[in-house]
């Protein structure tokens, strides 16, 4: 099953596109991007040369996905989302050499209109608010929000809100799928069956 691209859009040659993989309208992807399997590209959507998107992302409409970014399986971004990849950026300044790695976890969700400053991790199934400012790396299943985002809680692989503390030990349980998470010194993980 070869990507599907929109006749408007513009792939350079050169960029690795996954089977299944979809491309909308007025996208750009350049040359050195290499896209996973049943990836989906909203319209206006931009991909830098040395960016890598893992199988199964989604990234909504008007998102630009800049070099040294690299989004792992299952990331969501959100329409209009911003990711950065220079820290202190001037036009009269050439600043190519410092570009700053981001690095999105499996699963996780990148709300519309957030900005993730460059040079972060953002943990495996985190949750970044619609609008929120994230300059600094992020836990894996937190729950962030706010100009500078702040971590409010913990969310489940499903997308639902666990019942835990911000820190310290704890248990959840997702009602939605019934699976547990354990909170060990302030790191959710999902506990195994």
Known sequence: ????????????????????????????VCA?????????????????NKVVIGDRCKIQNNVSVYDNVTL??????????????VYNPRSLIERKDEYRNT???KGATLGANCT????????EYAFVGAGAVVNKS??????????????????SEF?????????GDGHAVCGHTGASYIMTAGVVRRQEK
Request: proline letters at 6%; a negative charge.
């Open 159 to 167: 997308g639902e809100q666990l019942d835990l503390p911000l820190a």
């Open 72 to 85: 792992e399986e299952g990331v969501f971004c959100g329409p209009s989302m911003v990711f950065t990849n």
């Open 32 to 48: 050195g991007a290499r896209i996973g399997e049943g990836v989906s590209l909203g319209q206006n959507v931009f991909v830098g």
């Open 116 to 123: 993730i400053v460059c040079g972060v991790t953002i943990g």
């Open 138 to 155: 992020v836990l894996p299943y937190a729950l962030m929000v706010g100009v500078p985002a702040k971590q409010i809680g913990w969310m």
């Open 103 to 105: 690095l999105v976890r």
């Open 1 to 28: 099953m070869t990507p599907a691209i929109h006749p408007s859009a513009i792939v350079d040659a050169g960029a690795q596109i996954g089977d299944g993989s979809r491309v909308w309208h007025f996208a750009h």
